[in-house]
């Protein structure tokens, strides 16, 4: 079966002068590594910004977090972030938030109908809670919905690691809704827009593929050794870094199970381990988890942790590194892993999801079959062990991540909403209702909130 997608590269000559952009569970401006901020919270922001430059106003709504969030927050000029009060300022984790699904949506409705209609052009949900709101938006506003999926839950669910939790039916279902109802998806890769087909029926042409980037203005190569002397890391030891959150779908424990058979072996006794980010997900559960692990393989003196760091950090870890491991279950596509690369650091990553796309296997690092500790361990020990290659696999590395810029996805973004724009005739039964016959969507988000099954 030959499959048509759109692949955006050009901007129509229509274009959007508003977008609402929607990020229920989690804000932009929080720290990626942490909670549930991660690669989403980099996309949303530095895309926004990307359309702010070509003159494209953004407004982020995203759930207020703390009774000391503003209401709204200029992350850059055109660039305005709302924090919808929505539910209790703490204690709720996104498998919670179905429930103020409601509230989130009742505050945005209400922040247009401060405005002229037809105040936004455009509204690009980001995961599938904002998808659901978005859909409600869509009817009342009159525009058309744009949504990225970034992660699927049937995707991951059939890639759990060991021991970890599923993804629960509601959030598939809430996903299938999103797909059929949005007026266009965004794909990070293709092997993205395969899954929405196959595993959601989404239909080929209404699927655009715009792959992330990475802020190549900050990520390039530097001075390694300038940047081991600010970690406290020696010019000779070998270093194996781990950049996200900690949680089984992450599998940091995979990069510390293979450096404890490398050290065993005696292969490299310089090794060192960085792990760098905070328990996430079902690893909070266990936030000690990995420390115990490295406790438990004899490797503790091998490993060093840090928390998740600011940018500016983030580019001295990558350049102080021999190699970045990307080891997930399941992405859909792996921000750290053109980052690394930017800065001219090879990547060992799980061969899943989009990380095909973001690696060139063999040529600008290697990607690995599943999850066995002799692969992984097998393939960090081939490349420590060719320091000529490894260093040419960099040059390769920097070269490759040039293909992704933030630029050039928010060009990406920008031709979708236009060609969205010149199709979008609205829904059938949009054309004889009114704003007030959305009364029934909100009804069942009210359901949703009070955990009555619909």
């Known amino acids: 079966m030959t499959v048509h997608y759109g692949v955006v590269s050009s901007l129509p000559s229509s274009r959007c002068k508003r977008v609402a952009v929607l990020s229920v569970h989690t804000s932009p401006l929080a720290q990626p590594g942490t909670?549930?901020?991660?690669?989403?919270?980099?996309?949303?922001?530095?895309?926004?910004?990307?359309?702010?430059?070509?003159?494209?106003?953004?407004?982020?709504?995203?759930?207020?977090?703390?009774?000391?969030?503003?209401a709204v927050v200029e992350a850059v000029p055109g660039v305005l972030v709302r924090n919808v009060v929505a539910g209790p300022f703490e204690g709720l984790d996104k498998h919670d938030l179905p429930t103020q699904l409601c509230a989130f949506a009742a505050g945005v409705l209400r922040e247009e109908a401060r405005h002229e209609v037809g105040h936004y052009d455009m509204i690009h949900s980001h995961y599938w809670l904002s998808g659901q709101v978005g859909w409600l938006a869509r009817d009342r506003w009159g525009v058309p919905l744009v949504?990225?999926?970034?992660?699927?839950?049937?995707?991951?669910?059939?890639?759990?690691?060991?021991?970890?939790?599923?993804?629960?039916?509601?959030?598939?279902?809430?996903?299938?809704?999103?797909?059929?109802?949005?007026?266009?998806?965004?794909?990070?890769t293709d092997e993205e827009?395969?899954?929405?087909?196959?595993?959601?029926?989404?239909?080929?042409?209404?699927i655009?593929?715009?792959?992330?980037?990475?802020?190549?203005?900050?990520?390039?190569?530097?001075?390694?050794?300038?940047?081991?002397?600010?970690f406290g890391i020696r010019p000779d030891e070998s270093v194996v870094t781990f950049v996200g959150r900690i949680q089984p779908l992450k599998?940091?424990?995979?990069?510390?199970?293979?450096?404890?058979?490398?050290?065993?072996?005696?292969s490299n006794s310089t090794l060192r381990v960085l792990v760098v980010g905070g328990p996430s997900g079902t690893g909070l559960a266990r936030p000690d988890s990995l420390i115990d692990l490295a406790r438990s393989l004899g490797i503790t003196d091998h490993v060093t942790f840090l928390p998740p760091q600011q940018p500016e950090q983030l580019v001295e870890i990558y350049r102080a590194s021999d190699l970045v491991a990307v080891p997930s279950y399941s992405e859909s596509f792996?921000?750290?892993?053109?980052e690394a690369q930017a800065c001219g650091t090879p990547v060992v990553a799980a061969d899943v999801g989009g990380l095909g796309t973001a690696v060139k296997n063999r040529?600008?690092?290697?990607?690995?079959?599943?999850?066995?500790?002799?692969?992984?361990?097998?393939?960090?020990?081939?490349?420590l062990a060719d320091r000529e290659e490894l260093t040419r696999m960099g040059e390769r590395a920097h070269r490759?991540?040039?293909?992704?810029?933030?630029e050039r996805t928010a060009e990406g973004l920008l031709a979708s909403y236009a060609k969205t724009s010149e199709t979008y005739h609205g829904p059938a039964r949009q054309q004889t209702t009114s704003k007030a016959d959305t009364a029934p969507r909100m009804a069942w988000l009210t359901k949703l909130r009070r955990g009555v099954r619909t």
Not at 38 to 50: D, E, K, R, S
Not at 164 to 181: K, L, M, S, Y
Not at 220 to 229: F, Q, V
């Open 35 to 70: 909670g549930d901020a991660g690669g989403m919270n980099v996309y949303v922001l530095q895309t926004a910004i990307q359309m702010a430059r070509r003159g494209v106003e953004v407004e982020i709504f995203t759930r207020a977090t703390s009774s000391t969030d503003p």
């Open 147 to 188: 949504h990225t999926a970034h992660t699927l839950a049937a995707v991951k669910n059939a890639a759990l690691a060991e021991g970890d939790t599923p993804e629960p039916a509601a959030r598939e279902i809430g996903e299938r809704q999103v797909v059929v109802e949005a007026d266009r998806l965004i794909a990070n």
């Open 193 to 206: 827009a395969k899954q929405l087909i196959e595993t959601y029926s989404a239909p080929p042409d209404k």
């Open 208 to 230: 655009d593929v715009v792959a992330p980037g990475a802020d190549l203005t900050r990520y390039s190569p530097g001075d390694r050794l300038a940047a081991r002397k600010r």
């Open 251 to 266: 599998a940091p424990d995979v990069l510390l199970r293979a450096a404890a058979h490398l050290l065993t072996k005696k």
């Open 334 to 338: 792996g921000l750290v892993a053109i």
């Open 363 to 383: 040529e600008t690092g290697l990607l690995v079959q599943g999850h066995r500790t002799d692969d992984w361990a097998a393939a960090i020990g081939w490349l």
């Open 400 to 406: 490759h991540a040039s293909n992704f810029s933030w």
